[in-house]
């Protein structure tokens, strides 16, 4: 599949709580949420207002006209929050997208422009099961510490 990897447009802000959606993972044989659950609070500090705060970065992957993939970070009080200096990962591909390297090469740029801007790290959470669990680990995130269900990762920037 060819694509681009891109700087999101402020009108394409709304896309990533669909893609906040994408994200969530469901273990197999399970049956996904309803689409409302990113309406939850703690799931809508991912992208409520996004664009409004500098720490608020978003890259977006597109084949032919439509976006298939996006990355966005920011500074938040998420599931794998570390300190309020480091942004924390969403990434997510539309499911017939996958296993094409769109999501690997979105972390690649994410966390080149990270490094560009200064930061120090990048963080992210993870559910324990999710086959994404090595491509962070490939990225060069690191586990730092974990709960029964999740990993935190972190990468070191500098």
Same mark, same amino acid.
């Given at each position: 599949?060819?694509?681009?990897?891109?700087?999101?447009?402020?009108?394409?802000?709304?896309?990533?709580?669909? /893609?906040?959606?994408?994200?969530?993972?469901?273990?197999? @044989? #399970?049956?996904?949420?309803?689409?409302?659950?990113? %309406?939850?609070?703690?799931?809508?500090?991912?992208?409520?207002?996004?664009?409004k705060k500098k720490d608020d970065i978003s890259?977006?992957?597109?084949?032919?006209?439509?976006?298939?993939?996006?990355?966005?970070v920011r500074i938040m009080n998420d599931y794998?929050?570390i300190d309020d200096v480091t942004p924390s /990962?969403?990434?997510?591909?539309?499911?017939?997208?996958? @296993? #094409?390297?769109?999501?690997?090469?979105?972390?690649? %740029?994410?966390?080149?422009?990270?490094?560009?801007?200064?930061?120090?790290?990048?963080?992210?959470?993870?559910?324990?099961?999710?086959?994404?669990?090595?491509?962070?680990?490939?990225?060069?995130?690191?586990?730092?510490?974990?709960?029964?269900?999740?990993?935190?990762?972190?990468?070191?920037?500098?």
């Amino acid at each position: 599949m060819n694509y681009i990897i891109r700087d999101i447009l402020q009108e394409e802000y709304s896309l990533l709580e669909k /893609f906040l959606y994408e994200a969530i993972y469901v273990p197999e @044989g #399970m049956d996904a949420p309803p689409e409302s659950i990113v %309406k939850q609070p703690e799931l809508q500090v991912y992208v409520a207002d996004f664009g409004k705060k500098k720490d608020d970065i978003s890259l977006v992957a597109e084949a032919g006209a439509k976006v298939v993939g996006a990355v966005w970070v920011r500074i938040m009080n998420d599931y794998g929050h570390i300190d309020d200096v480091t942004p924390s /990962f969403a990434i997510s591909v539309y499911k017939e997208c996958r @296993g #094409m390297g769109i999501g690997t090469t979105l972390m690649e %740029k994410m966390l080149c422009v990270l490094k560009e801007r200064g930061y120090q790290q990048a963080s992210l959470a993870v559910q324990k099961a999710n086959y994404a669990v090595g491509m962070y680990k490939k990225a060069g995130f690191e586990i730092v510490d974990e709960n029964e269900e999740e990993y935190i990762m972190v990468c070191h920037l500098q």
